[in-house]
């Protein structure tokens, strides 16, 4: 059995840029949402001030739910994600993003974190894709968009 897995990740604005963490292997750049796995006994509000801490080294203030995403990776036609993988990820809006000290726990393959042009979504390799609209315009019309990539 292969357990479900629920992740949280911080959706952080700044004039008309949205935080990122980068990453890069074969396929060259690509982009996140910064975020993570919620660890067992773990709250959302705990793990979101977590994974922001360790992979931004920032600090926001946790705002409501704007979507949820599901990856279920066997469906998919990747090869980059785990085998068997079945995540549901809360993307959650974050404010007053600051910064407070380096980030201290990358993911595999993040080199860091960059403020992106919200113009420059479409242009990147960025996941979920299809939000790139929806995230440009700060427009969700729904909170679970169902299982995309």
């Known amino acids: 059995m292969h357990p479900l897995r629920v992740s949280v990740r911080a959706v952080c604005y700044h004039e008309n840029t ?12 690509w982009y996140i949402i910064p975020g993570g796995g919620i660890q067992h ?27 949820v995403r599901e990856v279920i990776a066997d469906e998919l036609d990747t090869t980059y994600l785990p085998k068997h993988l079945h995540q549901i990820e ?12 380096e980030a201290s726990e990358l993911d595999k393959d993040q080199i860091g974190m960059v403020w992106m042009p919200l113009n ?3 242009e990147l390799l960025f996941f979920p894709k299809t939000m790139v609209k929806a995230l440009q315009t700060k427009s969700f019309d729904r909170i679970y968009q169902g299982h995309i990539l």
Do not use: C, S, Y
């Open 120 to 122: 420059k979504l479409p």
């Open 41 to 67: 006994n773990e709250t959302l509000d705990v793990a979101f001030k977590r994974e922001l801490l360790e992979e931004t080294g920032g600090e926001a203030d946790m705002g409501d739910i704007l979507f």
């Open 90 to 101: 809360l993307f959650v809006e974050a404010t007053n993003f600051r910064q407070v000290t």
């Open 18 to 29: 949205i935080l990122l963490a980068e990453h890069r292997d074969e396929r060259g750049l």
